[in-house]
């Protein structure tokens, strides 16, 4: 098979005009960071020194003798979009790299050329294979067809100019002739450079049509995985099929295939693990007889030295038939893509629920507690004066944690009406007031007090959102109307007796003049204690009717999500909305929105944690503005630094260094530094992957320079 092939990673896609290339050289998003978790990787690319590794968050290069990594995302380079589907590389060394929201990307490991299959007139366009032939013509499979570049012209191949291509996916292989092999839902197409063709079950012993992916042996030979016919052999002449009844094959559904050196088959399946296949004997590996970490494989590759290369969903793993090397290939320590909360304490951690468990950041260190809330939904994070975090789940009641112990409140174990819990706040003298499906509870650590409709005056017991004004007034979202209480009296509005929009409340929040922000399925409102203002999809600017989340920045602008994905922001009578396309998110599927103290707002996603800075910042002013000599070397760097500054006279000095969203992560020096060339020697081996600012003080003036940290 050809080096110049990424293998298929996914067996299921996640799926002549002159295209307008964008050529960049940093980050068109550079006031975002992302935190991504991209352990499920699927697809790899060898050039020799490195391997290029694409994941669902973003591109990985790894160096295969150091394995020192360095992370490419949307936020700090030139890629488009994190989502990767593809990679080659070029006989000039160029990494191209195709993205499963339609963008071929060129990257010459200083500029990124961007081509957007959409300005080629390609719609469904997300791109799963790339091939390279021996003229340098990329071969790209997409879901809507197949498409060629040689550099200059564009192609377009797909069922309407050739019959025999149909489907959903194309996965393209070259032989040694350069004929391209197409994986199709329709069958085995072949293209020799001028005549189309085509293996199907209607004219060879194909078992089924719909074929995800081949490998090509040295002999010509054809390896072909069917959707769920097993694996199926091809000489040219005779045919022969694999599945879990006639051969050791554990399961006929296969994610990847890859031939070693020495024509070994190596398979990934979807949940039995590896396969090795020498033509006669069948080897399984699997976590309970290997070094796997997991049986759910998404992708194998074999490199240039034969090491087998296997993706999983829980990292990568590489296999040089000896030994079994595990690498985390994630920017971040976020157990698990799926972000579903964040709440930030007083000193500025964040901490973090996801699918797979309980975070802790401190804008330099993850501490994970992965047997807290694994695989618990999420729906709330509250953090008291004493600093004990207060989280609402839903089907798992109520947890409480102080960073040693956990406690669960639960309908087994308390008072607390339900283990549904939507919403929990928390007022100044320490009450916690929770949302339910079944009514809104008080509880002051000891004592539970509940609210419902057959109680009290409470709309309705499905209480979505709850807010607390200074004077602590409760206002309380219910899927049947807007409730206001003092403690004493109920105040109920509703679209009948007010202006709201909708009767089922989504969020809730309070900006600094004391207006109530309403939302609901139907447009968001307004409350000022007297007049209602509603906002809706009529209005230029706001995507949709669906509310989903409200929250008030320090500058008293208000940011919300939308059921429908997306974020918008609401300052003044401005809108502006952003998503993957015009932002740094990560997805747009979003989950919650974090305000710290510098007004960076951290954003929970589907595929990570996206931070927009507020911008500008403190530091990037100082950099701006200062014309000291500081020098850094060396940068990037890893372990020792030496930080080298030139003063005109004895004066006091201090060098700090500052994490990308201004937080102090470490001090250098602090004390009297003589007249002329100084240096001092910083280890920074405990700072994460990323960049960082070093910044030197002297009398009156400020000097800061990039640091790029890499692991």
Not at 51 to 66: H, P, R, Y
Not at 180 to 206: F, P
Not at 577 to 587: E, K, Q
Request: charged share 15%.
């Amino acid at each position: 098979m050809s080096m110049n092939t990424i293998l298929l990673c996914l067996a299921v896609f996640i799926y002549g005009l002159t295209p307008l290339s964008v050529s960049l050289a940093q980050a068109p998003y550079n006031n975002w960071l992302n935190y991504t978790n991209n352990k499920l990787t699927t697809c790899i690319a060898d050039d020799g020194t490195n391997l290029w590794i694409g994941t669902s968050s973003g591109l990985v290069k790894q160096n295969k003798l150091t394995n020192e990594r360095t992370f490419y995302l949307k936020t700090n380079s030139g890629l488009p979009d994190n989502n990767i589907g593809a990679i080659a590389i070029d006989s000039t060394g160029n990494v191209w790299i195709g993205t499963f929201t339609g963008y071929l990307v060129e990257f010459d490991g200083a500029k990124w050329n961007v081509n957007n299959l959409v300005d080629i007139g390609l719609e469904n366009n997300e791109i799963g294979s790339i091939a390279i032939d021996q003229n340098g013509t990329k071969w790209i499979g997409t879901s809507g067809g197949i498409v060629t570049y040689n550099g200059k012209d564009w192609k377009i191949y797909n069922h309407d100019s050739v019959p025999l291509l149909y489907g959903d996916h194309y996965y393209i292989v070259l032989d040694a002739q350069s004929n391209k092999w197409i994986a199709t839902a329709n069958g085995l197409v072949m293209y020799d450079g001028t005549k189309w063709s085509i293996l199907n079950v209607n004219n060879s012993n194909l078992p089924e049509d719909n074929i995800l992916t081949l490998a090509i042996a040295q002999n010509g030979t054809k390896w072909i995985v069917t959707n769920d016919s097993g694996l199926v052999k091809y000489d040219g002449t005779n045919w022969t099929t694999f599945n879990d009844k006639n051969s050791g094959l554990p399961s006929i559904y296969i994610m990847g295939i890859a031939i070693d050196n020495l024509g070994n088959k190596w398979l990934g399946t979807v949940t039995d693990g590896l396969v090795k296949f020498d033509d006669v004997q069948w080897t399984i590996y699997n976590r309970s007889n290997s070094g796997l970490i997991d049986d759910m494989l998404t992708c194998v590759y074999i490199d240039k030295q034969n090491n087998k290369w296997i993706g999983t969903y829980s990292g990568l793993v590489r296999y040089d038939s000896l030994n079994w090397v595990v690498y985390d290939k994630s920017n971040s320590g976020l157990p698990y893509p799926w972000v579903q909360d964040i709440a930030i304490d007083k000193k500025g951690t964040k901490w973090i629920s996801t699918q797979g468990g309980f975070v802790k950041f401190d804008g330099t260190t993850w501490t994970s507690y992965n047997t807290l809330l694994s695989y618990v939904i999420t729906s709330s994070i509250e953090i008291d004066d004493k600093e004990i975090k207060w989280i609402g789940t839903r089907g798992n009641g109520l947890f409480s944690f102080d960073e040693i112990n956990a406690l669960s409140y639960d309908t087994t174990t308390c008072l607390i009406p339900s283990d549904q819990v939507y919403d929990v706040k928390i007022d100044r003298n320490g009450m916690k007031w929770i949302g339910t499906d079944k009514g809104l509870a008080a509880f002051d650590g000891t004592n539970w007090t509940i609210y419902n409709s057959s109680n009290s005056q409470l709309p309705y017991n499905e209480v979505h959102s709850i807010a607390i004004t200074q004077n602590e007034i409760k206002w309380i979202g219910t899927g049947d109307g807007l409730a206001k209480f003092d403690g004493n009296n109920w105040t109920i509005y509703n679209s009948s007796n007010s202006q709201l929009p909708y009767n089922e409340i989504t969020s809730l929040a309070i900006d600094k003049m004391g207006n109530i922000w309403v939302g609901t399925y139907r447009g968001l409102a307004k409350f000022d204690g007297t007049n209602w203002t509603v906002y809706n999809d009529s209005i230029p600017g706001i995507p949709n009717n669906a509310i989903k989340k409200i929250v008030v920045d320090k500058n008293d602008v208000k940011w919300m999500t939308f059921d429908a994905g997306k974020l918008a922001k609401l300052d003044g009578d401005n809108w502006t909305v952003f998503d993957t396309n015009n932002s740094g998110l990560p997805d747009n599927l979003i989950y919650c929105i974090s305000i710290d103290s510098n007004n960076n707002k951290w954003i929970a996603t589907y595929s990570g944690i996206g931070v927009l800075l507020n911008s500008p910042s403190n530091v990037e002013n100082e950099i701006i503005n200062n014309d000291l000599n500081l020098d850094i070397y060396p940068n990037p760097a890893s372990n020792i630094v030496s930080i080298n500054y030139y003063i005109n006279e004895r004066t006091k000095v201090q060098i700090v260094i500052h994490n990308i969203i201004c937080e102090s992560v470490g001090i250098v020096y602090s004390g009297e530094a003589e007249t002329g060339q100084n240096s001092v020697n910083y280890n920074i081996n405990k700072l994460p992957a990323g960049m960082y600012y070093v910044t030197m003080k002297t009398a009156g003036i400020i000097k800061s320079c990039k640091m790029n940290v890499v692991r």
